[in-house]
């Protein structure tokens, strides 16, 4: 599995900006796939999953401003994030689960992309 993110880049806070992440060896298909973040000197955390049905499950800290959705025919994941913060500011992974569940639980995924950087002025 080779997962490349992108989408990354340089905002003001409000702003929105939208993250893909895209399999090229084509096995997204029957697995959960998640969005992950890591702040400089902070753990990566939880930001999205989304299963193989496409039910989704978001951390706190951004429902109501993220989505994260699917195209099976495209292979392709996607974060659209709104009403960015300062503290939304990291490297943004995306990950292909071993189940088809969506789930927050970092050990659940497998494959990882290289990450895109995401970085909201305040």
């Known amino acids: 599995v080779q997962l490349q993110a992108s989408g990354g880049g340089l905002v003001q806070a409000g702003d929105s900006l939208g993250l893909s992440c895209v399999d090229s060896?084509?096995?997204?298909?029957?697995?959960?796939v998640g969005w992950f973040r890591q702040a400089p000197g902070k753990d990566r955390e939880f930001v999205a999953s989304?299963?193989?049905?496409?039910?989704?499950y978001n951390a706190d800290s951004v429902k109501g401003r993220f989505a994260i959705s699917r195209d099976h025919r495209k292979n392709t994941v996607y974060l659209q994030m709104n009403s960015l913060k300062p503290e939304d500011t990291a490297v943004y992974y995306c990950?292909?689960?071993?189940?088809?569940?969506?789930?927050?639980?970092?050990?659940?995924?497998?494959?990882w992309g290289q990450g895109t950087l995401v970085t909201v002025s305040s």
């Open positions: 990950a292909s689960a071993r189940g088809s569940a969506a789930t927050s639980r970092l050990s659940e995924y497998r494959y």
């Open positions: 060896r084509r096995t997204f298909s029957n697995n959960a």
């Open positions: 989304i299963s193989w049905k496409s039910d989704t």
